[in-house]
């Protein structure tokens, strides 16, 4: 009897989530056409009110509703969407785990809905952290790209493995003191990789990368041929990645 209503309950939650897709999609599809008009009034109307100030004082009633319409229905419409996906993710997935714990016998999921809600909202902030994270690591590349083009005639000198550059002189042999990062970013994440963290961990998962990766190709009880070169490098990563080095890199 579990089995028969948690099959019904699954065909219900599909039935739902293509409905509530369906939805999306028609809004979607809604916004993006009164967006297009948006813009096309706005080009438009900076156009005429440009070369007569008073056109709209004699605007009929309707069409100044209509414009209104278009102005605010993008807005309205992107709420509603979220709304939908909010809906959407919380009650179809509270369904699933339902009805997978009476199809198996065995518990999946929360208990409550709103733990589905908790969940959703956690997920959301994630990826707008990793989209801000993104955001920032391509602004830092557009920042090295161009900087790197701006000094791009000027000679280095004092360079330091672990401070960078200390020093530069011009093409007119004009030299002066300079403190930057050029290659410590890149040099960071390498060493990262050597380890196998990402770029942003802190210090304690370092160290455990480091732990796990020195037990395995230690010398003495490693079989990898290139045991001795590979704990070299691996010890070389984690005196680099010092919580020094971590604070510099996370505030670049």
Same mark, same amino acid.
């Given at each position: 009897?579990?089995?028969?209503?948690?099959?019904?309950?699954?065909?219900?939650?599909?039935? =739902?989530?293509?409905?509530?897709?369906?939805?999306?999609?028609?809004?979607?599809?809604?916004?993006?056409?009164?967006?297009?008009?948006?813009?096309? =009034?706005? =080009?438009?109307?900076?156009?005429?009110?440009?070369?007569?100030?008073?056109?709209?004082?004699?605007?009929?009633?309707?069409?100044?509703?209509?414009?209104? =319409?278009?102005?605010?229905?993008?807005?309205?419409?992107?709420?509603?969407?979220?709304?939908?996906?909010?809906?959407?993710?919380?009650?179809?997935?509270?369904?699933?785990?339902?009805?997978?714990?009476?199809?198996?016998?065995?518990?999946?999921?929360?208990?409550?809905?709103?733990?589905?809600?908790?969940?959703?909202?956690?997920?959301?902030?994630?990826?707008?952290?990793? $989209?801000?994270?993104?955001?920032?690591?391509?602004?830092?590349?557009?920042?090295? $790209?161009?900087?790197?083009?701006?000094?791009?005639?000027?000679?280095?000198?004092?360079?330091?493995?672990?401070?960078?550059?200390?020093?530069?002189?011009?093409?007119?042999?004009?030299?002066?003191?300079?403190?930057?990062?050029?290659?410590?970013?890149?040099?960071?994440?390498?060493?990262?990789?050597?380890?196998?963290?990402?770029?942003?961990?802190?210090?304690?998962?370092?160290?455990?990368?480091?732990?796990?990766?020195?037990?395995?190709?230690?010398?003495?009880?490693?079989?990898?041929?290139?045991?001795?070169? $590979?704990?070299? $490098?691996?010890?070389?990563?984690?005196?680099?990645?010092?919580?020094?080095?971590?604070?510099?890199?996370?505030?670049?």
């Amino acid at each position: 009897m579990k089995i028969i209503f948690g099959k019904f309950i699954h065909s219900i939650a599909c039935a =739902l989530n293509s409905i509530f897709n369906l939805l999306i999609n028609i809004l979607n599809a809604i916004v993006m056409i009164f967006e297009g008009l948006g813009q096309v =009034l706005m =080009l438009i109307g900076c156009s005429v009110i440009f070369i007569f100030p008073i056109f709209f004082i004699a605007l009929p009633s309707e069409l100044v509703f209509l414009i209104l =319409l278009i102005a605010v229905v993008p807005f309205l419409g992107k709420s509603f969407i979220s709304l939908l996906r909010y809906g959407n993710y919380t009650l179809i997935e509270w369904m699933y785990d339902k009805a997978d714990s009476l199809i198996t016998g065995d518990k999946k999921g929360f208990d409550n809905i709103s733990d589905y809600a908790n969940k959703y909202r956690m997920e959301k902030e994630r990826e707008r952290r990793r $989209k801000a994270e993104e955001e920032r690591q391509r602004q830092q590349e557009e920042f090295n $790209k161009r900087f790197e083009e701006f000094f791009k005639g000027f000679s280095f000198t004092g360079y330091d493995s672990n401070e960078g550059y200390s020093g530069y002189r011009n093409n007119n042999g004009y030299k002066g003191a300079f403190v930057n990062d050029l290659g410590f970013k890149e040099k960071y994440e390498n060493y990262c990789s050597i380890l196998g963290v990402n770029p942003n961990a802190d210090q304690y998962e370092i160290k455990l990368a480091y732990r796990k990766l020195a037990k395995k190709y230690h010398p003495d009880v490693s079989d990898d041929p290139n045991a001795t070169e $590979k704990f070299q $490098k691996i010890n070389e990563a984690y005196n680099f990645l010092s919580q020094e080095n971590i604070k510099k890199y996370k505030n670049m």
